[in-house]
């Protein structure tokens, strides 16, 4: 791990998100900018770094299921059907084809507790801005690259991800991984 990428992920993810966020209390309008941002240089400077992850975890939110679907996933993502009305199927295939660990969280203390859990050497995270930017602030110093979702029908409901980059962030990770 370089220590100067280390220390100013440090200071970005503890100093200037809480600064950010407290500038955007006051401009609403900013605050996604804002969190978006802290996510898109968390992401740069990952990728900087030099990491060897041995255990990865692909960490999804729950509205990425479709809300239509019967079965919730909550806990356990293998109770998918599969049927490919939403994502998971694809992002479950994604898993079990580079064998990393895959979960979806309901909020951030589910999240939280799935990564204690399963203890992840880094983290390929979807979510909305607010949700992956404090998600990287509680996870740090584990290296995670987030993936902002998609959003069709609004917040929290029906979201996407584009599958190309959650893949690429999976084998980005992995090529690190197979370096040493």
């Known amino acids: 791990m370089k220590a100067w990428i280390h220390f100013l992920r440090g200071f970005i993810l503890k100093i200037l998100y809480p600064v950010l966020m407290l500038v955007g209390a006051f401009l609403k309008s900013k605050k996604a900018e804002f969190q978006a941002y802290i996510v898109k240089l968390n992401n740069l400077l990952v990728m900087r770094d030099s990491v060897n992850p041995r255990k990865i975890l692909l960490l999804l939110p ?65 979510a909305c801005e607010r949700d992956l930017s404090s998600g990287i602030v509680d996870t740090y110093p584990i290296p995670v690259i987030g993936i902002l979702n998609e959003r069709p029908f609004g917040p929290c409901i029906d979201t996407t991800v584009n599958l190309q980059k959650v893949e690429e962030a999976i084998k980005w990770f992995i090529n690190h991984q197979e370096k040493r």
């Open 62 to 126: 729950h509205c990425i299921q479709n809300s239509k679907c019967d079965v919730r996933l909550t806990f356990d993502v293998y109770k998918c059907r599969r049927c490919g009305s939403c994502k998971v199927k694809y992002l479950i295939e994604l898993a079990e084809t580079y064998n990393v660990s895959i979960a979806i969280a309901t909020g951030g203390t589910i999240a939280r507790k799935v990564v204690k859990e399963i203890k992840p050497d880094a983290i390929v995270a979807v």
